[in-house]
């Protein structure tokens, strides 16, 4: 027969087994110090494992003598987790300086992001991401082969010659034979087509008349589509070749998408029937042109290659 006293004594080791199993289940005492208010759902610090009551959970509040422990180990354990088969590289192992070589600014932070550029295959900053402000047209593109410059421009001689061989022979042949009339009569002849071109010529009138050059203007029929074939324009010898392009163009209705496309296919050039050559764009008209030249609108021809006139009198 089980007696009081056993039973006083099972209740109270169920009691104690009970308290020190699950605390919840009767109500602990907080145990912050200045506290010890009883609780029957304490809380539980993770970082020095003490119970403390909702006023006092918070490593803040009961001046936990461990704080931060338990934010240290889970971010510890999170760490040693790989979260990514294949571990993307971090900003810091991105960064690196703008492409463009006089450009000292680090890019692939988070206050500069970096813009790649498909054509030359280069990362600059926000300030030289457009192809011209660092000078794409002359990079050599990364990851090319050191010959497939030279291919490309033996490609373009090779088309050059090409559409030049349609007219250009027939120019450059035509203002030969004039240079070798007698001096008096080409110098008579030339004198008075020079001044019937002042008399026809149109242009901005802006224009002081000492800095005039005077030329005869053609947009060549099998590359361009032009509702005028051609005609008599004046442009300041000051200018470069690109602005008496877009000059000549506007005049004669032909389309220019130079400043849009990056195809040469596409692009406006101007050859120099008198010089035999395709002109740059940077060239001043004062040092390649004189009263009375011819010049060619041509679409398609590449850039201005260096042996083209020896290719073209091949």
């Known amino acids: ?33 200045a506290c010890h208010q009883l609780d029957f759902l304490p809380f539980r610090c993770e970082s020095c494992h003490q119970l403390f009551c909702l006023d006092h959970r918070t490593e803040t509040n009961h001046k ?35 492409d463009f070589d006089a450009c000292k600014i680090t890019i692939g932070t988070s206050l500069s992001t970096a813009v790649h550029c498909s054509a030359c295959n280069r990362e600059y900053c926000l300030k030289h991401r457009i192809i011209e402000e660092h000078n794409c047209r002359n990079q050599v593109p990364l990851g090319a082969r050191a010959t497939s410059s030279k291919l490309i421009q033996t490609e373009q001689a090779s088309v050059a010659l090409a559409k ?47 800095k005039r050059v005077y030329l005869n203007v053609q947009a060549e029929a099998a590359t361009t589509t032009s509702k005028l074939p051609y005609g008599a324009f004046f442009y300041s010898r000051d200018w470069v070749v690109g602005k ?11 389309q220019n998408v130079n400043n849009h496309s990056l195809d040469e296919t596409h692009k406006l050039r101007i050859f120099h029937v008198e010089g035999g050559r395709l002109l740059e764009f940077n060239e001043k008209i004062g040092n390649s042109l004189v009263n009375g030249n011819t010049v060619v609108l041509l679409r398609g021809i590449g850039p201005a290659v260096p042996d083209l006139i020896d290719l073209t009198a091949s």
């Open 64 to 98: 936990c003598s461990k704080s931060g422990e338990w934010a240290s180990r889970r971010r510890e354990a999170d760490l040693s987790k790989p979260s990514h088969p294949h571990p993307l590289p971090s900003l810091r192992q991105v960064e690196k300086l703008c």
């Open 164 to 210: 030049l061989k349609a007219w250009g022979l027939t120019q450059r042949a035509n203002v030969v034979r004039s240079l070798y009339k007698p001096k008096t009569s080409s110098a008579a002849t030339n004198l008075a087509a020079l001044n019937s071109l002042k008399k026809s010529a149109k242009g901005d009138v802006k224009i002081p008349v000492e």
């Open 244 to 254: 008496l392009l877009d000059s000549a163009a506007q005049s004669l209705q032909v």
């Open 1 to 33: 027969m089980v007696t009081v006293n056993q039973l006083n004594s099972s209740e109270h080791k169920s009691g104690s087994s009970l308290e020190n199993d699950d605390p919840t289940l009767v109500g602990v005492h907080c145990q912050y110090a």
